[in-house]
Nanobody, 123 residues
Framework: QVQLVESGGGLVQAGGSLRLSCAASGSIFSINAMAWYRQAPGNQRELVAHISSGGSTNYADSVKGRFTISRDNAKNTTYLQMNSLKPEDTAVYYC?????????????????WGQGTQVTVSS
């Protein structure tokens, strides 16, 4: 019904930048909050950045001042601009969205995840 597809990951040297994108598609009536999470090997998945439907943002302390989350509501897309990357930012990055979906007589909220995109920062 709803798919989230991330793109933009890759290999970058420390100090470099990457921009991740996550596009939602399918039977979407409305999207509330969107977020980016990451998971490094052996670690739990952690919240990186969050953006509300109105554009309010929150960040993990480890990325404040370096990462910027944004969204384009017309395109059902969220972005994560990552600057001054560090080796400890290496992880699989996942996007997440709260989506109102379904036909008019049966709409319901659901939480959807993308498949993840690998970000590797070399020292």
């Amino acid at each position: 019904q709803v798919q989230l597809v991330e793109s933009g990951g890759g290999l970058v040297q420390a100090g470099g930048s990457l921009r991740l994108s996550c596009a939602a598609s399918g039977s979407i009536f409305s999207i509330n909050a969107m977020a980016w999470y990451r998971q490094a090997p052996g670690n739990q998945r952690e919240l990186v950045a969050h953006i509300s439907s109105g554009g309010s943002t929150n960040y993990a302390d480890s990325v404040k001042g370096r990462f910027t989350i944004s969204r384009d509501n017309a395109k059902n897309t969220t972005y994560l601009q990552m600057n001054s990357l560090k080796p400890e930012d290496t992880a699989v990055y996942y996007c997440n969205a709260d989506v109102l979906t379904g036909p008019p007589y049966y709409r319901r909220w659901g939480v959807y995840w993308g498949q993840g995109t690998q970000v590797t920062v070399s020292s």
